[in-house]
């Protein structure tokens, strides 16, 4: 039994239970067909305590006839050693590439996000998203609808009625890159000022001018938890990976003190997010970049 619980033990926990609540089984039934206490059973759907590839088999079993796929998914999450940095693997199936992350934010008290090149998921209209997927993607047509309409529903964490506090700090880089034409962008900026008036949204824009904070890395986020260890979440064009080590932890949140003094505040980012929207609202379709009128 461990105090703190990891990624993986989390998601693992999470999906025995769907299991169980799909079989319409409470926890104590459950248990009492098992042989296990409910504290065993609790722990191992809290994250808390780590299955064994047994006990996942067995839980299962007892939830009613095994789906194959589902199965040797759970089998193989059960299998993988914890460690401090846990990489996910893109795959063509959308549950590999997104489940984990899903289940992190969805359970998230606050998510902290840089990100220097594109603007996040989690803040994309359909058309960006589209021509982002389209530009940077081979795969079929079915598998990038797919994925954008698993990032919509995704989406519906900021809407819920108590969402995690999240911060996005956005690089001017990402906001100035035109993904699909001026339209798409002008609708993406000012669904950008709309999201500043969410509940316990924020959105700070790191000029360019501010300092070189995009040549530190890639996109990532800080996720915190009201009864678990704080998350990392960096990804690349293979896999994602997840990091719980405190001295990784500890680097990026020092870098994100560093964005919180030279972003601009609230009030400035929305106003200058307003004025960049406006010029690209003034383009002409499919032009390549803002006039030197835009903000800077």
């Known amino acids: 039994m461990t105090e703190n619980s990891t990624a993986r033990a989390r ?6 239970r769907r299991s169980r609540e799909r079989a319409k089984l409470s926890g104590r ?4 067909r098992l042989g296990w206490t409910h504290g065993k059973l609790s722990y191992i759907e809290n994250g808390r305590r780590p299955p064994s590839d047994l006990d996942v088999t067995a839980y299962l079993a007892s939830c009613g ?19 401090e940095h846990w990489v996910r693997p893109h795959g063509p199936e959308l549950p590999t590439e997104l489940r984990s992350l899903i289940l992190q934010e969805s359970n998230a008290a606050s998510i902290m996000t840089y990100e220097p090149l594109v603007i996040p998921g989690l803040l994309q209209t359909e058309g960006y998203m589209r ?13 990038i609808e797919l994925r954008i309409q698993a990032r919509l529903v995704r989406q519906e964490l ?16 990402a906001l100035r890159t035109t993904m699909g034409s001026s339209q798409v962008m002008s609708e993406q900026l000012l669904h950008l000022v709309l999201a500043t008036s969410q509940y316990r949204c924020t959105i700070r824009v790191v000029l360019d001018s ?3 904070f995009s040549a530190w890395g890639g996109a990532f986020r800080v996720m915190d938890y009201a009864d678990n260890q704080p998350l990392a979440y960096t990804e690349g064009v293979a896999a994602g990976m997840f990091l719980e080590k405190p001295e990784d932890i500890a680097r990026y949140r020092d870098f994100l003190s560093r964005l919180d003094i030279a972003a601009l505040n609230p009030g400035q980012s929305r106003a200058w997010l307003a004025t960049l929207a406006d ?5 002409e379709a499919g032009a390549p970049c803002p006039p030197e009128s835009a903000p800077s």
Request: with cysteine; glycine share 4%.
């Open 11 to 16: 998601e693992l926990g999470l999906d025995l």
């Open 29 to 32: 039934q459950l248990s009492e």
């Open 65 to 83: 006839p095994l789906v194959q796929s589902e199965y040797e998914r759970l089998l193989e999450l059960a299998a993988t050693a914890d460690s």
């Open 131 to 143: 021509a982002l997927f389209e530009w940077c993607s081979r795969r079929p047509a079915n598998e």
């Open 158 to 173: 900021l809407a819920r009625q108590r969402p995690p506090t999240c911060t996005f700090y956005l690089q001017e880089h």
């Open 210 to 212: 501010a300092g070189p």
């Open 279 to 283: 010029a690209y609202d003034r383009l």
